[in-house]
T-cell receptor, first 113, second 111 residues
Framework: NAGVTQTPKFQVLKTGQSMTLQCAQD?????MSWYRQDPGMGLRLIHY???????DQGEVPNGYNVSRSTTEDFPLRLLSAAPSQTSVYFC????????????FGSGTQLSVL | SQQGEEDPQALSIQEGENATMNCSYK?????LQWYRQNSGRGLVHLIL?????REKHSGRLRVTLDTSKKSSSLLITASRAADTASYFC???????????FGAGTRLAVHP
């Protein structure tokens, strides 16, 4: 049972480049979410999804897009990377969302030069 | 803005001592959770306490919740070097599918 899988683990981008961070879970969880973690800031919610075809914004959605075409996958897209998006990104999932514990992936460390 | 704020930001203790971390939040909540993060890893869920509960235990962990003061505490008893990690509280509100995290407490347990 793999749980929540994120790829890649590390990525370096130049300003203006685009890329997609992948997240997949094999636990049949309805709820999936993306967080970014910056030093001293804890985790901040970027986007979340309560099921296939449904997405919504979190605390810091600007500069990021998401889609949820299947229950298993929840990719995060950076359309035009900026240095302010240098961070560690975590994907997390739970069975239904509210009131449930989150299962986290191991993270993607992204640097934007 | 973050809902939860942990206190202290950093805590350094000796093995065998107890560690207490506090979390304060701003608005009414449905549930409060505590997570642990080892350096360079994803977060791991420790315990969930619902707004109608006042105390919960799990092994060496004890969590209290005071909704009148909008605060929670996490107590780790008889700490071990392996407890060295960052600890985060996270809250959600009824009807909002968002789990909001605080900035965390870095705990160092020295052998």
């Amino acid at each position: 049972n793999a749980g929540v899988t994120q790829t890649p683990k590390f990525q370096v981008l130049k300003t203006g480049q685009s890329m997609t961070l992948q997240c997949a879970q094999d636990m049949n969880h309805e709820y999936m979410s993306w967080y970014r973690q910056d030093p001293g800031m804890g985790l901040r919610l970027i986007h979340y999804s309560v099921g296939a075809g449904i997405t919504d914004q979190g605390e810091v959605p600007n500069g990021y897009n998401v889609s949820r075409s299947t229950t298993e996958d929840f990719p995060l897209r950076l359309l035009s990377a900026a240095p302010s998006q240098t961070s560690v990104y975590f994907c997390a999932s739970s069975l239904t969302g509210e009131g449930e514990k989150l299962f986290f992936g191991s993270g993607t460390q992204l640097s934007v030069l | 803005s973050q809902q939860g704020e942990e206190d202290p930001q950093a805590l350094s203790i000796q093995e065998g001592e107890n560690a207490t971390m506090n979390c304060s939040y701003k608005t009414s909540i449905n549930n409060l959770q505590w997570y642990r993060q080892n350096s360079g890893r994803g977060l791991v869920h420790l315990i969930l306490i619902r707004s109608n509960e006042r105390e919960k235990h799990s092994g060496r962990l004890r969590v209290t919740l005071d909704t009148s003061k909008k605060s929670s505490s996490l107590l780790i008893t008889a700490s071990r070097a392996a407890d060295t990690a960052s600890y985060f509280c996270a809250t959600d509100r009824r009807g909002y599918n968002k789990l909001i995290f605080g900035a965390g407490t870095r705990l160092a347990v020295h052998p």
